[in-house]
């Protein structure tokens, strides 16, 4: 009746933003993930019908926001006539660091759920669980390189290439620590409805995922620094053509994508990928990761640098 599960943030290389259905909270588009190995979220389940209600905490504090689509989530994987549960997240992360963190609390809930439900549930049924509640979080139920398609009325997602086949670090400058101005959920439906590039960047989504599967199996650090960047500019231009614009960069976010470009013109391999936050994220060999991330910390305005290799998937650490 109760289970820990861990998992760990992702971060896209070939973007997500848009929904096809959002009710199901399908995406529009397919997408290109790196499991991080080095942030994660422990998450303990416990249901217990002694309860009246579900309690959340992270980190140690009561937290009510979240509960709703926690609960939600725990009717997915549980029933919607299961007890009521016990839920502790622990990140090791900061959760306003821009990092995805509902990816690896989604994944690692939905794990640790179905291991205290006492099923034995398929990853790929657990991803589509996930997905549900966050569409990013379907990707961090697998690690190393990995690709969410669209089948059908659903999800597929699956492993390109182990984290161990490929040894790249991940080095994030956090730009700002405040909440965002507006969440993904909402900003992907305004893109939607109001950005003339919305179709433009939806038809194009299928030659960007092409080219960096290619790139990855090739292990290519180049071709796929060059797709993930446009991937990644492409999308915040969508955002800003949409209307209200949705602009989540600061100074210091411009600031980092200029010190990636000219680290890259001295030598470095790196690239910089950017999600709805003001935070860069600089992808690069694990023996540059020094040089990134020593470039990130003299930036004014560059609060903190968290530095990550590549890991698993969400799994279960514990079962009582
Ligand atoms: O899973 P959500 O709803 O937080 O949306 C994630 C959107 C981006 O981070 C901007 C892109 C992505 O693919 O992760």
Not at 190 to 209: A, E, K, N, V
Not at 290 to 319: D, K, Q
Request: net charge neutral.
């Amino acid at each position: 009746m109760q289970a820990i599960a861990r998992a760990q943030p992702n971060i896209a290389l070939i973007k997500y933003w848009g929904k096809r259905d959002r009710a199901l909270n399908l995406p529009a588009v397919g997408s290109i993930s790196i499991t991080l190995a080095d942030l994660y979220t422990d998450m303990d389940v416990k249901f217990d019908a002694a309860l009246a209600a579900d309690r959340l905490t992270l980190n140690g504090d009561e937290e009510a926001a979240m509960l709703p689509r926690v609960s939600r989530c725990l009717d997915t994987v549980a029933g919607s006539g299961r007890a009521a549960a016990r839920v502790e997240s622990h990140s090791n992360f900061p959760v306003a660091a821009g990092l995805a963190s509902s990816a690896s609390a989604f994944a690692a809930l939905v794990v640790a759920a179905s291991g205290a439900a006492g099923g034995q549930r398929p990853t790929d049924e657990l991803a589509r669980l996930a997905g549900r509640a966050s569409g990013s979080a379907a990707r961090s139920l697998y690690g190393g390189f990995v690709e969410l398609g669209l089948n059908g009325d659903g999800i597929e997602v699956a492993t390109l290439l182990a984290a161990e086949a490929w040894p790249l670090a991940v080095v994030v400058a956090v730009t700002d620590t405040g909440a965002k101005p507006v969440g993904s959920g909402d900003a992907m439906e305004i893109s939607r409805r109001t950005s003339p590039f919305y179709g433009r960047w939806i038809d194009d989504q299928p030659r960007d995922l092409a080219t960096a599967r290619a790139a990855i199996l090739a292990r290519d650090l180049e071709a796929l620094g060059v797709v993930a960047e446009h991937n990644c500019l492409k999308m915040h231009s969508v955002m800003w053509s949409s209307r209200p614009p949705i602009v989540y960069w600061n100074a210091a976010t411009l600031a980092c994508m200029h010190a990636v470009r000219e680290l890259r013109s001295s030598g470095v391999g790196a690239f910089f990928t950017i999600d709805a936050g003001p935070q860069v994220k600089a992808v690069c060999p694990g023996a540059d990761a020094p040089r990134v991330r020593a470039a990130f910390e003299s930036i004014p305005g560059v609060a903190a640098v968290l530095t990550s290799g590549l890991g698993g998937g969400a799994r279960l650490t514990a079962r009582r």
